[in-house]
């Protein structure tokens, strides 16, 4: 198991253009998160996913974000039509939900972080 | 904004000292977790401490939870270069949705 994994790392795109964010959790973990960290703040939650359910999306996303997560595994965000606003770390993270005779730590596994500057 | 509040937002110590931060949070919670972020880096779980929890430990860390002043505080004993870093804390009052705070930088001089 290699952890959280996101792609690209970097981005860096014109006002305008579309954008989508991959995100690869650790393999046996259910829920899926999508945070945006700007700049000296902490991470704001965007949406969440348990399997392929998209359960909770925040207020913060347009209509010009969508996220998916296809048969569970892995999760896409894409941003279309940028805005310099949107230049911000995007987030991944992964955890376990609680099973019968499983221990739930509650802890949250994060990737590196996609981070997006829109010019 | 959902987000809780920390404090100090800065704080610059000296290799061996103690460095302590406060994180306040707006809702009842089920848990409050501690997590550390190197600079452009993901974020790693420091801690975990349940709503019914005074005070945990781990390793250097300890962490104290007043659930009556919506309140929490993460000690770091002997500090060593290798902890400048930023902190949050998160809390969860649901079955899944973390709030983050704004976070402590701290800077540890050598």
């Known amino acids: 198991d290699t952890g959280v994994s996101q792609d690209p790392r970097h981005k860096i795109t014109k006002r305008g253009q579309n954008v989508t964010f991959r995100c690869d959790p650790i393999?046996?973990?259910?829920?899926l998160y999508w945070y945006r960290q700007t700049l000296g703040q902490g991470p704001e939650f965007l949406t969440y996913?348990?399997?392929?359910?998209?359960?909770?999306k925040s207020r913060l996303l347009s209509d010009r974000f969508s996220a998916e997560r296809p048969k569970g595994s892995f999760s896409t965000l894409e941003i279309q039509r940028t805005e310099q606003g949107d230049s911000a770390m995007y987030l991944c993270?992964?955890?376990?939900?609680?099973?019968?005779?499983?221990?739930?730590?509650?802890?949250?596994?994060f990737g590196e972080g996609s981070r997006l500057t829109v010019l | 904004s959902q987000q809780g509040e920390e404090d100090p937002q800065a704080l610059s110590i000296q290799e061996g000292e103690n460095a302590t931060m406060n994180c306040s949070y707006k809702?009842?919670?089920?848990?409050l977790q501690w997590y550390r972020q190197n600079s452009g880096r993901g974020l790693v779980h420091l801690i975990l401490?349940?709503?019914?929890?005074r005070e945990k430990h781990s390793g250097r860390l300890r962490v104290t939870l007043d659930t009556s002043k919506k309140s929490s505080s993460l000690l770091i004993t002997a500090s060593r270069a290798a902890d400048t870093a930023s902190y949050f804390c998160?809390?969860?009052?649901?079955?899944?949705?973390?709030?983050f705070g704004t976070g402590t930088r701290l800077k540890v001089l050598a």
């Open positions: 993270a992964s955890s376990l939900e609680a099973i019968k005779g499983r221990i739930n730590t509650g802890e949250l596994f």
């Open positions: 393999s046996e973990h259910n829920r």
């Open positions: 996913f348990q399997n392929e359910a998209q359960l909770e």
């Open positions: 809702t009842s919670i089920n848990n």
């Open positions: 401490i349940r709503s019914n929890e």
């Open positions: 998160a809390n969860t009052s649901g079955t899944y949705k973390y709030i």
